[in-house]
């Protein structure tokens, strides 16, 4: 299990050091990399944890940024696994009137009302926000790749769970 792990690690490593020019990349790549990080926390966390990638095969050549689910998986773990009950993520994607969404959801600790509120005037204002820089860096990649249209919306209870929605532009092939 160890040496299976550390296999995983260098591919993903790899995979974050490739700049291969591409500013965006197939969805399905994408996925081969966050399965490695799932199946990573799925050893760390052990049998409390579970996931789900439910990505139908007609989006998964749709472009995307690189890496633009991680930080929202990452939060997803680090900020709603209590480890108190079993933790279930869920990562989905559709194609809906010309945009790509995908969805990150979680059974989590969910957010706080007023502090829900704050993190989603932070990503409508672009504010650098220390505790979620990676959603907020997520939101402004988003916008500066398709514009203001597209980025993400999050809905959350606490004690209940997260769910994070990306709006992409739907851009297929080469």
Do not use: W
């Amino acid at each position: 299990q160890a040496e299976r792990m550390v296999l995983t690690l260098s591919k993903m490593l790899r995979y974050t050091l490739d700049h291969s020019g591409e500013e965006l990349i197939p969805l399905g790549r994408d996925l081969q990399y966050m399965e490695d990080y799932l199946q990573l926390q799925q050893v760390r966390l052990g049998e409390d944890f579970s996931y789900a990638l439910e990505i139908p095969p007609e989006v998964q050549d749709c472009r995307i940024p690189k890496l633009i689910l991680q930080p929202l998986i990452e939060n997803s773990i680090s900020h709603g696994y209590t480890g108190e009950a079993p933790f279930r993520l869920t990562v989905t994607a559709a194609l809906h009137k010309g945009a790509l969404q995908m969805v990150v959801r979680d059974n989590g600790r969910g957010i706080p009302p007023a502090q829900l509120k704050k993190l989603r005037a932070r990503l409508k204002n672009g504010e650098e926000d220390p505790q979620h820089i990676g959603m907020v860096n997520t939101q402004k990649r988003l916008q500066l790749q398709y514009g203001p249209e597209y980025g993400m919306k999050i809905e959350s209870q606490a004690g209940k769970g997260t769910t994070v929605r990306l709006y992409l532009k739907a851009v297929k092939g080469g």
